[in-house]
């Protein structure tokens, strides 16, 4: 006998009219078409389901994006399961499918939005359970989705519509999750424990950075601090252990690495033989030569090319990079990170600059041709004045005239309209592109986009609200504004589960069950019919 979670509709159908057949007269209340909906609307039973099936995913769009760079991959950062469902649902109402579109899990917002310590900064204060269960719970967000709109289609059907096809080829809301470890909160067995809760709770790709674990900075900070090589391959080989144990074989690790920005090291690993990992890192360390003599009691002391070395270090015992030693790091880092397991890149930058991006990538290209990137388009980096700065530098190049633009205050408004502003927007516009095509990125992401939009729009919606327009400003720019672009939540009743309540209660029930969907159900007011064609189209994906 078939399991039902395994099977289409008409299985389940079939499967859940055996075992009635098998049970007898004590099943006889059990629906077999109600059953075999709720099978069909829940396909996914456990996060490890969701790991595996989208783990396959990322690899099938990892090999597409190898042999054409245009496909490249796309994500938005959610705080929420709800904020998650709503990011794919707008997806799949305005480009159809969700194809090469996943979500990112920002380590950055969980700490700063979902710790019971109240808002954190990204140093890895929060607690480590938070980020397993943002996970499972953006993914229940995702399952809803998909069993409301499911449920929806089967009352299209008993109304005698014709929507079997659209229920037999139902494309799920759910997809990938980059899900963000930090730098693993802990040693490697923490690491491996944690990775394994963020597995089960359905990530099949993990990202986890080359800093410190106790002394982790966010990306775009300064006070940066990077592990030895030695200490960072363990961790992948913890994140890959735990994949491998929930049977997970296709899960992805995405290898960041913080150099770029990172001057300082906390640990001086040990050097078996010249020219082996531990020496290459070693080399980047500054030290100043000295004599036995000048050596203090308990310096730490570096033998280079038969000379003696002190380490430079800091008063809080970490050791110093050499400057202009950076870039180099960041091109062994990913070297090694991909020569160790990982199967794709993060690097952090100081500004989008694809050029810039593609100078590094490039190199490790030389020695693994087949380097990827998941790359931050960060709103740390201030967008506009970056690629004003950038085309400015350009126009200059072509011999421009470029005395009416005031090179400190490219920022101002009063150039918004100009051709400096034209340019830099529509590189500004085509980024991800050239990224993709020139830089090696498979996978753009924006951190915290949901973080910005939700202080946005509330900080536009109280000017109105608690000013002179009152309750127009939310009817006007919420309300008004879901009905004509069909927002599934406009009927937020719906969107909460209560038509697919009220029909489970019909399954569990029958004739007794007492529903909400009712006359006096003030939704129904939404159920209206706008008078123009292009309304009629909006309010009819809504409802």
Partial sequence: MKNL??????????????????YGNTWAAISSKSAARMAVQNRFKTGLDIAKYTAAIMRKDMAEYDADSSKYTQSLGCWHGFVAQQKMIAIKKHHKTTSKRYLYLSGWMVAALRSEFGPLPDQSMHEKTAVPALIGEIYDFLRQADAIALNDLFRRLELGEDVQNEIDNFETHVVPIIADIDAGFGNEEATYLLAKKMIQAGACAIQIENQVSDAKQCGHQDGKVTVPHEDFIAKLNAVRYAFLELGIDEGVIVARTDSEGAGLT????????PGDLASQYLAFVDAEEITIEQAKEDDVLLKRKGKLMRPKRLPNGLYQFKEGTNIDRVVLDCITSLQNGADLLWIETPTPNV?????MVNRVKEVL??????????????WTLNFRNQVYEEMLLEGENMTAYDRNNLMASEYDGTELCHRADE??????LDGAREAGIFHHLITLPTYHTTALHMNDLTEGYFGKEGMLAYVKEVQRQEIRKGVSCVKHQRMAGSDLGDDHKTYFAGDKALKAGGVKNTSNQFDTIPKSNADKKQINVAV
């Fill in 427 to 432: 590189k500004i516009k085509t980024f991800q």
């Fill in 266 to 273: 906390q640990k001086l690993p040990v050097s078996k033989e």
């Fill in 355 to 359: 050029k810039q991006i593609a100078h």
């Fill in 5 to 22: 979670s395994q099977t289409n509709y008409s299985s389940a159908l079939q499967t859940v009219r055996d075992l009635k057949a098998k």
């Fill in 369 to 382: 041709p087949n380097a990827k990137l998941v790359y931050n388009n960060s709103p740390s980096f201030n």
